[in-house]
C-alpha cells in the first residue's frame, strides 16, 4: 500500500487552502448570474392592441408626385408610438382592429394572445376596453336591453375586457371610457351608447380595478373629449391649444381622431408614463407634434413623391 509522506501532506494542505476561496468566489458568482436575470425596461417590447381608433380609421397619408398623381398610405398607432417614443432598439408588434365592435371577445381574446407571445415589457390598450362598454350585445351575444338590466350587462361585459388585461405581466396603459354620444347617427347608433349614469359606473370600476393592480395604468380619455368638446383652451400632449381645436383632432364623424389626435393620445400616454414609472422619463417621448408629424410622412414616402396632406384633415 502506498502511503504519502509528511512533506507531501503539507504541500496538500497548502494547495486545498489557496484553490478554496477560488472555487466558493467561482460559485458564489455563478450563483449570482443565475439569480440575476437581465433587467429589461418597459420601452423595450412594446405592443399595441385595441379598436379602430388604434388601427387608425380614417387616416391616411397622401402623397403627390411631380404629374400631380396622388399616392396614400394607411397608417396605426404602432407606427405612431414608433416616432414618438424616441428610445433606441426598441421592438414594437401589433395594430388595432377596426372590426372589433363585431366580436369584441374574440377580437380581444386573439389579440391578447398574440401580445403575449411577443414577451412585451408595456402594452399600449388605449381603446381596447371601448367595446366592453360601448356595443349592443351582451356577453351571450344577446341585444343589451335598456334600463337597469342593460346597465349590469355592461358592467358584465367590462369585466371580460378586464379580465384579458389582467393577464398581462408587464405595465399596462389603458384608456378609460369617453363620452361619445356626438357619434350617434354618424358611426354609432343609440343603442350602442351607454347612458351616462352607465358611463360613470363603468369608469369607476375601471379606476378602482387599476387602482389595485400597480401595472395598470389609466389614461383619462373621458378627460381629453370633454376638454376638446369645452370649446376652451386645453392642454394635451405637453402642448396647449386654443379654444375650437376639436376639429384638428377628431374626424366628421365624431368618434375617431385624425392623425395629430392619434399623435397626442401617443404623447399624453408618454407624459403618463413617465411620472408612474420609474425607469421611464420624460427624455425618452418627442412631444413636438409637428415634428412628429412630419417625420410620419417622410419615413413613408414613397420614391419620387412628396407629401401632400389633406387640407385641414391629416
Sequence with gaps: MNSIRPAHHI????????TSPLLSATRDSTADHQSSPKQTRPLERIAVIGASATSGWGILLRYMDEENMLSSKTISMKEIVEEVVTVDDIEIMGKGDGMFFMSPQRAGAQQVDA?????PTLVFALDFLFWYGYGNRDVDGRFIPSGKAGEQARLELLEKGLEMLDTFECPVILGDFPDMSDAVGYMLAANQVPSKGTLELLNTRVKEWAASRPDMHVLGMSRLVKDMRSDEPFVVGRQQWPSGSRSRFMQNDNLHPRLDGLIVLVQESGDLLAEQLEDVDLADFDFNLIEVRNRL?????????IARPYPGVN
Design 11 to 18: 504541500v496538500l494542505a497548502v494547495c486545498l487552502l489557496l
Design 297 to 305: 410622412y417622410e419615413t413613408r414616402k414613397p420614391e419620387g413623391m
Design 115 to 119: 401580445a403575449r407571445a411577443f414577451n
